[in-house]
């Protein structure tokens, strides 16, 4: 890659042309992100994951750009229509847009109106009217009729001339460039109804006559109008006045007031209307679709990696309930390493008997293996299997509630069939929900982060990114934690930096040829996992029952003797140095410096000798839903509520308060404070407490708030948006994606709740 960049981008990321360098190097060796970030923090000046990411995909970017101008450049010559400024103009292109409108005018074409025209020799009139010079115009253009060429008569020579001009208007880079800044500042999102689909798009009715600024308007609505479109119940526009648009072109090549000035006014009306607005659109359509998929992928992103990195219980012995109805209650034992010990199913909604014998076996079973823990899906009948496992009272007993969005996708997968082929979907199912109680990343990584049912439009946003974008996150979070060698699947092998699916299966072989690794070491002798892969990998892997205690912990095995020195020198083993504090206190780092490791590192070994493999993840906490609501009719206005947050978006937050519906939060409602972004105010998996606001039991809506006093809307929070803005930004609600029965139906993004403040005045009269 061109050093030239590395400027460019250090000035876009406000860091150092060496940070940049360094990194890029690191990268182009093969690094990972995460490995980058943890153990190259000398190199890189401490760069986070989000930096160094910024900085690959960055750089990813130019060279896909200077892919493209050496294509550019190729074509030229071999058209023989290189120049020296030609050259040095493509050369200068900062950006995909510049460099194909320099390109535009030598692009080859399919036949065009004004190729015709070229054809028929009408090029030279062309040229003379776009010229400044005097002539006289009929006269000179009736020498261009040809009934051969079927130019029959003047009007059709100025109609010939007017499309060749028309081409080089929409082919002016400089024009195009204006006209680009002028879309992108004060063009306007512009959808009106299809006659006679209203009743087809009713959840889109938020749209039937909408009209926004497009540098303004928010991922979720560019998302739910392109869909609407796309479902075609809606045409979309994406322009400026139009006025505006000719008056910017017309200023630019119309250079005089006469009859020859009248045929390029026509040529340039003619350009903007046939050529330059529907390309610009396009652009403009293309640029606010990646801005709004940038958007909704970090939402995404965010949500995903809050939910990985929720608070594990750890190793217990567990009972999985995945609930239901007719089909009865999928009960699963699971020992304290997450392996099936036992399965069944229980009827306890099927009439008092079945109840009776449900409640003796949950008991007997609970008793027989020693359960410490239940974990209840919150899926269709979640709070009646809750009630009945509550009632028994069993001691010594956790009982939880667990999200089980994606587990019918992993029940029914190719990981899951290999894992239980003697089991069905309904046993595999239970087993994921009780293994997501006790350590909900490494259950998780087995499902495709799209299914979890954290996202926001994630079925429209760009899918490699989309993918590019969550294995990233999925990949930060277990490198985060740190994965235990001898215990860990495949699947959470593979999120491991360095390994990849195919190393990540050939440690799960020799592990089960060789038996539990001794050592890190021992993963040399892996097949095909060369001194790269170790490198990147080994620091994040763990050997609980190693002999050398820096196994077991985050250091890396290229600082093993860094830190055997460090404990020689005190006089002390390593075993000794990691348990006790008052040795490590008596280090002096300083004499540690060296120009490979630096104080960033000394640092993090010094913290990982203190707590050697600390989970970063919060300690688990137990949650209890209200009692005696379980259904969204038992909800009224004024009630306060516990509740779970499900899912973040950019215009609230969703959360379970355990009636098989979440209810939305709206972004104005999440603080007593003006709140610009919800995730800074609320996580994934984040215990809150709601008030109802509105129960709509038709639409299954339910509007909640997090404010002290949600009711008064006398002093809206300060800055924070009101009356037909808030009502804008209602209309982008999205409910939480549900992936297991009909537990939460997906509601569209666009649908309205009409002006809030509206509401809550007259919710206010009520209640008081």
């Not at 199913?345 to 293996?369: D, H, R, S």
């Not at 569209?748 to 007259?762: C, N, R, T, V, Y």
Request: net charge negative; proline share 4%; charged share 30%.
């Amino acid at each position: 890659m061109s050093r030239k960049y590395f400027l460019k981008i250090a000035e876009e990321l406000a860091i150092s042309q060496t940070q940049v360098a360094n990194t890029a190097e690191l990268l182009d060796e093969g690094a990972t992100v995460p490995f980058i970030a943890r153990y190259r923090k000398e190199q890189t000046g401490t760069l986070d994951e989000v930096a160094i990411a910024a900085i690959r995909d960055r750089m990813e970017q130019l060279r896909e750009l200077d892919k493209r101008r050496e294509a550019i450049l190729k074509s030229l010559k071999e058209q023989e229509k290189l120049t020296d400024e030609l050259e040095a103009a493509v050369m200068a292109a900062e950006t995909m847009s510049q460099l194909e409108d320099i390109y535009l005018p030598y692009k080859p074409k399919r036949r065009t109106r004004a190729t015709i025209a070229r054809e028929k020799g009408l090029e030279p009139l062309a040229e003379k009217i776009f010229s400044e010079e005097q002539f006289t115009l009929e006269e000179f253009a009736a020498s261009f009729i040809d009934g051969e060429k079927e130019v029959e008569d003047v009007e059709q020579a100025l109609a010939g001339a007017r499309d060749i001009i028309a081409e080089w208007v929409n082919e002016d880079a400089d024009a195009r460039a204006d006209m680009r800044e002028l879309f992108e500042k004060e063009g306007r999102f512009v959808a009106r109804v299809i006659t006679g689909k209203e009743q087809e798009g009713e959840k889109y009715k938020d749209y039937f006559d909408w009209d926004e600024d497009i540098k303004s308007a928010p991922s979720h609505r560019v998302l739910a109008m392109r869909r609407a479109e796309k479902e075609l119940i809606i045409t979309l526009e994406s322009s400026p006045e139009e006025g505006d648009a000719l008056y910017s072109l017309e200023n630019r090549f119309v250079t005089r007031q006469d009859a020859v000035g009248e045929q390029v006014t026509l040529a340039v009306r003619d350009s903007y209307r046939r050529l330059m607005k529907p390309s610009m659109e396009t652009e403009v359509r293309t640029t606010t679709k990646q801005r709004a998929d940038e958007e909704a992928i970090r939402v995404f992103r965010e949500n995903l990696a809050q939910l990985l990195m929720a608070s594990p219980m750890g190793q217990k012995r567990v009972m999985g309930i995945d609930p239901g109805y007719r089909t009865g209650c999928k009960v699963v034992v699971l020992d304290a390493q997450g392996k099936l010990e036992d399965h069944t199913v229980i009827y306890p909604t099927n009439g008092a008997f079945k109840k009776q014998e449900a409640e003796a076996v949950l008991l007997a079973w609970c008793e027989k293996y020693n359960v410490e823990a239940i974990a209840i899906g919150n899926g269709t009948a979640s709070r009646e299997t809750e009630t009945l496992v509550r009632d028994l009272k069993i001691p010594n007993t956790t009982v939880v509630v667990v999200n089980e969005s994606g587990a019918s996708v992993y029940s029914a997968s190719e990981v899951a069939r290999k894992e239980f082929p003697d089991h069905d979907i309904t046993v595999r199912g239970a087993v994921s929900i009780g293994r997501r109680l006790m350590d909900p990343l490494a259950e998780l990584v087995k499902i495709d982060p799209k299914s979890i049912g954290v996202g926001q439009y994630q079925h429209d946003v760009d899918q490699f990114q989309l993918k590019k974008g969550l294995d990233d996150t999925v990949s930060s979070c277990v490198n985060a934690v740190g994965v235990e060698l001898n215990t860990a699947s495949k699947e959470l092998l593979t999120y491991v930096s360095g390994l990849g699916p195919s190393l990540a299966e050939n440690i799960i072989q020799y592990r089960n040829e060789h038996g539990a690794f001794a050592s890190r070491a021992d993963l040399k002798n892996v097949p095909r996992l060369g001194p790269k892969a170790f490198e990147q990998a080994a620091g994040f892997l763990r050997v609980r029952d190693a002999k050398n205690p820096l196994d077991r912990s985050a250091v890396h095995p290229e600082r093993y003797k860094l830190v055997q020195q460090m404990a020689k020198d005190l006089g002390v083993s390593v075993d000794q140095l990691m348990s006790d504090a008052e040795s490590r206190q008596r280090i002096d780092l300083k004499k540690y410096v060296s120009e490979e490791v630096g104080m960033p590192t000394l640092e993090d070994i010094m913290k990982e000798l203190d707590k050697p493999g600390r989970d970063p993840r919060e300690k688990f906490e137990i949650f209890q839903f209200a009692d005696g609501i379980s259904e969204i009719e038992h909800l009224k206005m004024g009630m306060k509520l516990p509740g779970i947050v499900t899912n973040i978006t950019a215009f609230g937050a969703f959360v379970d308060v355990g009636v098989h519906q979440d209810g939305l939060v709206h972004v104005s409602h999440l603080s007593d404070q003006f709140v610009d972004d919800p995730a800074k105010v609320v996580k994934v998996a984040q215990k809150v407490e709601v008030t109802v606001m509105e129960v709509d039991i038709p639409r299954k809506r339910i509007s909640l708030s997090m404010k002290a006093d949600p009711f008064n809307t006398d002093k809206p929070a300060r800055g924070q948006k009101s009356g037909r803005n808030r009502q804008q930004e209602n209309r982008g609600r999205q409910q939480s994606n549900d992936r297991r029965g009909n537990r939460r139906p997906q509601r569209e993004e666009s649908s309205a709740d009409g002006d809030l403040q509206a509401k809550l005045a007259m919710l206010k009269g009520k209640f008081k």
